[in-house]
Each structure stands twice: as C-alpha cells, then as structure tokens.
C-alpha cells in the first residue's frame, strides 16, 4: 500500500510576498550563518514585524531553520534563517516551473479522463502535446537525451536528481495532489511526456533509449529509468 510520504514532496502555495522573503534568505544564506530580520527587511524594505511573520511561516512549512547566532551583544541572541533543503527544491521549482497547472485544474481533467473508455490513450496524447511545449521553452532538441529529459523536467518543476544508477529522483511534483488522486492518468501523462522527449520529428525514439516512471517509488521521490534498449 502507498505511504503518504511515498513519492515527491508537494509545492507549498506561497504568495509573491512570501516567495521574495524565502528568494532574499537564499541569496543572503551563502555565508552559512544565515539572514537576520533586519538584514531582511532592510534588503526587502517595509516593517521588519511583517518580515518577521513571513519567516516564521516559511519555517512552519519547513523552508527555512530558525538558528540562534552566538556571540556579540548580551542578552537574547539574535536568530538567523537559512534555507533548508525543501526550501531549495521548493525555490528551484518555483523559479522553473512558471507557469505550472494547478493541482485544482489537472485534477478535474484526470477526474474526466477517468471516466472515459480510453483514458490512457488521452492521457498519453496530452503528454505529447506538452513535450512539444516544453521542447520549445527549454529549446533542449540538440542535446543528449538524458539531458533533454532534465531540462524538461525542471523546467515542467520536478526537481531531479541523478542517482549513481543513472535513473533521476523527481524530489518534487508540481501537481502532487492529482497524481496521488489519478496516478493512472496523471503519472502517464507525465510517463509519455518523457517518452515523447526522446524522440525526433519522425517518431524514433533518440539513440534507443528507453525511459519508464516509477510513480511514489520510495520516501520523498519518484524514479524515472533511463535504459538504452
């Protein structure tokens, strides 16, 4: 039976606010201390209290670490906030992935497809009809195939990860909810979309390489192997 922590991590909804207090920690995070408040609110401008909540709500959502700073003046010491590991996969994706279907719009179409006699076979021409548009905004036809499959699949928000076996861990997934829901028509989808990367104008898949999606594979992931036939 699938675990609910099987598979990738979902995408937190964060408002444009929220986004740009999570975008400044990690662009002041590279000292490893991490940003104070006020550093924050002074790169961010406004009330150092709105600041301020907007941090304690990233680390609730387990984006930012909340880490005392030691030394210097007496008293309470200052805290500092640096970026975690979800919320570098949550910013990467978020910065990628734009614009992303909703899981509230996916989730109807799946719901639909679901009910229809031939629901793969919808599900598998949707999933090349949107490789043909990413292959266009990752401009990604001339390189290794399993490059190709990388830059579509971060540019479409799934953050992967190479594993030493060669197969790619998909850390998130922009649409989470709906492939928990529907994973027989929205995990083909994503399955074809892969499949449709590899291939050339003609329909022949690029230099026999075969790719299969491993829906909730493990704690915190996805797997997508990449063979060559």
Known sequence: MRSATSGPIALPELS????????????????????????????LGGHPNTTRAHLGALVADGLLDRVALTGGTRGRPANAYRLTERGRLVLESSSAAEPVATDELVTAMAEHLATTPDAEAHARAIGRRWAAQLAQETGAGDVAPADRVVAMLRTAGFSPQPEPSGDLALR???????????????????????????ADEGGAAAEDVQVSLVPFAREGACLVHLRRR
């Not at 444009?16 to 550093?39: H, I, W, Y």
């Not at 922009?174 to 449709?196: K, N, Q, W």
């Open 172 to 198: 998130t997934c922009p649409v989470l909810a709906s492939a928990r829901a529907h994973p027989g028509v929205v995990c083909t989808m994503h399955e074809e979309m892969l499949r449709a990367a590899l």
């Open 16 to 43: 444009a606010a929220r986004l740009r207090v999570l975008q400044a920690a990690s662009s002041r995070g590279d000292t490893g201390q991490g940003a104070t408040v006020g550093e924050l609110a002074d790169q």
